[in-house]
């Protein structure tokens, strides 16, 4: 299944970023001391190598806090990144540095890292949100308090926190939905976000959220689905509204709402169910494959999709045949048709690896797709995360099948 779009206004970013420029890697193991001097060295990217070696220490670097806040005031915007990413590595023993972390979101600077030669752009106050929540419950009054504060990148980088915190952040509900009634979109969606990750704990926010669902920006309504998928069964009262966002919405509603049902789970009804088998055929590939792994997680009780299921599998477009197959299985309980599909996926580029992941997942009654298996992982394919996937499927489907590594 591909990935859900990204929320283009970089609050996703706080979703566990890691921020700083490529220093160099850490060689052997120093002392704390030799890295607190380090710090003080003119070449950022020492700094920087430094900064990453003591969130690496643990409780063992309690003591370099005091030193770590003063490097969030750093002239070097990837060094700034770096402090409160080593921060947020410390967890709890760095909560001193709170005050200084809540003053650094409102950092301007962007930190700068490359890949296969192609650079990345990320925020520093998205890597202070990050450390916030990576210190935890610690920091829990005070992002409350954040989510006043008129300036909305605050706000937002208090939200994100809120998000990594997760559960235990229940106390921040209250005042997260009434962030989300707020006429600004950037600060409305960074509530969704907190209340994302909160999880079945942020129950009590499901009328507001149902009410996003019908927002005219179609960035609240499709957080919002988000939102009432991570809540989970507690989010059935939104149904009918999610019902209505997947046969009109645009198409990154339509996808969402497939998957708010989906993990809305078993209350959803007959009729969600009729609806989902219809999202199946949408014109929007996305949406089909999300359709069909909503009815896989419904399982059993979406047994009437079954036929609309086998449909995708032999007249669908192509994007929704892995998904459907895994579904049809989790559905029926029958194996024949969904793994024969799935062995033909072996040989699609693009879905070979959900083939091979569903192929797994279904086990030994899928040991006819053995042989194809072997096959993947004896390719020769220069992609190792697709040999793991048939080696891991191989593993799950028949131990003894595994060929041994040389003949790989």
């Known amino acids: 299944m591909r990935k859900p779009p990204v929320f283009v206004l970089t609050l996703w970013l706080a979703m566990g970023i890691a921020g700083g420029a490529g220093a160099a890697t850490l060689s052997e193991e120093k002392p704390l001391g030799h890295w607190l001097e380090s710090l003080e060295n003119s070449d950022a990217a020492v ?23 003063a490097r969030l005031a750093d002239d070097d915007a ?15 023993v760095a909560k001193s540095a709170i005050p200084a972390l809540l003053k650094a979101l409102t950092d301007q600077g962007s930190t700068v890292t490359v890949e296969e030669g192609v650079p990345s752009y990320k925020p520093v106050w998205a890597v202070v949100s990050d450390a916030l929540g990576g210190i935890g419950t610690a920091a829990l009054p005070d992002l409350i308090a954040a989510l006043e504060n008129e300036n909305p990148q605050v706000c937002l980088g208090a939200a994100g926190a809120l998000h990594r915190i997760g559960p235990a952040a229940k106390d921040a509900v209250g005042p997260l939905i009434k962030v989300l009634k707020r006429d600004d979109p950037s600060t409305r969606r960074g509530a969704i976000y907190g209340l994302m990750g909160i999880g079945p704990e942020a129950k009590a926010g499901v009328p507001a959220l149902t009410e996003a669902l019908a927002h005219e920006d179609f960035h609240t309504q499709y957080w919002a689905c988000r939102a009432l998928r991570e ?14 966002l997947l046969s009109e919405g645009a198409a990154s509603v339509r996808r969402n709402a497939a998957q708010a049902l989906g993990g809305i789970g078993p209350g959803i009804g007959e009729e969600a169910v009729a609806s989902l088998a219809e999202a199946l055929r949408d014109a929007s590939d996305p949406v089909r494959e999300d ?16 036929s609309a299921l086998e449909d995708a599998l032999a007249n669908g477009p192509i994007a929704a045949r892995v998904p459907a197959a895994k579904a049809l299985w989790l559905v029926t309980g029958q194996t024949e048709t969904a793994v024969d599909a799935l062995i033909e996926e072996l040989d699609d580029f693009n879905w070979r690896h959900e083939a091979a992941e569903a192929l797994g997942e279904i086990g030994p009654a899928a040991k006819k797709a053995v042989p194809a298996l072997v096959g993947l992982l004896q390719s020769g ?14 593993e799950q489907i028949d131990p003894q099948a595994v ?6």
């Open 47 to 69: 700094r920087i190598e430094a900064l990453r070696a003591i969130g690496k220490l643990g409780l063992e670097a309690e003591k370099a806090v005091p030193a770590l806040i």
């Open 78 to 92: 990837n060094v700034r990144a770096a402090a409160a990413e080593a921060l947020g590595a410390l967890g709890p």
């Open 231 to 244: 809540i989970g069964p507690e989010a059935k009262t939104a149904v009918p509204v999610l019902l209505r």
């Open 291 to 306: 359709a069909a792994v909503a009815l896989g997680r419904l399982g059993p009780l979406a047994k009437s999709a079954a």
């Open 381 to 394: 394919s220069t992609d190792p995360d697709i040999r793991q996937a048939a080696a891991d499927a191989i």
């Open 403 to 408: 060929p041994p590594e040389s003949s790989r």
